[in-house]
């Protein structure tokens, strides 16, 4: 009898070719570029809530601010005048402020520099805004705002100051070029003439303060026989910054304030006892 040797049975498996492995879908990716993300945001928090101050400043100024001598109110006035009639010719003055240029104004003195802010509103609503150092105002002026950046909007075409209200300060719009005209006293000077009795109304020794100063236009009806005045306010700075990116503990507290004659330098009114401001 003859062995048919196709029909030999092997006696071990035959090698398998080689199988490659199967990647991950795209499930698979996304849950882990979750996790991962997840685990970033975490720690990133986390070190914003323990070193929030170091990193906060690294995006902002929150150092103290400069010293120098303050620039003569007519320049200052000139360079925003200048800059508002390039970003939006037809816009009017709204109001005018100035506060530390720092964000956190530890160790804040007169001598230091302020950052003053013009505000005015365009045909459709929308605010301007023209901010410069007090001390060089025509090398640090810059313009900025929804009325000259689109993506400040909110995805919106209405500010929320109405077209009407550009409409009021329009007709009103002489009276408060006259006015910026006649002022002869410069919010550095407003907070020189106060800055002793602020510092003498703080709360206790531990307490600093910083100035944050408006001038008072108001509207032509409610200034008639009025003198034009600036109000300075003193608030609180805290003595070490807390943790975080951040800090809005102090913005609406008072410790005193001041209305000053902004022809004249004379103190008006004063107000030292300690309050919270509405927002």
Known sequence: MSINPNAIVPTHRPE????RKRKPDLVTWLSIGALVLFLGVCGFGLILWTNGDKIGCALIQCDENPVGMPAPWAEIVA????AAQKASPDAVLDG????????WAKGWSVDKSLEVSFRYVDPNGQTLYVDM?????AATVDAWGP???RRLRGGSETSEISRQ???RLKTDAARRRDALLQVRVSPRQAEALTWKEGLAEA???????APRIYLELGYDSENAGKPLTWRVQYSPVPAERPPGLLDFSSIFAQSSAFIIDATTGEVLERDTGNSILSP
């Open 16 to 19: 398998m070719p080689y199988e």
């Open 79 to 82: 360079a925003a005048d200048e």
């Open 96 to 103: 005018v402020s100035a506060k530390p240029l720092a964000h």
């Open 133 to 137: 150092r007090d001390t060089d105002p």
């Open 147 to 149: 009325a000259v950046d």
């Open 165 to 167: 209200t550009y409409e």
């Open 203 to 209: 709360r206790n020794d531990n307490t600093e303060i």
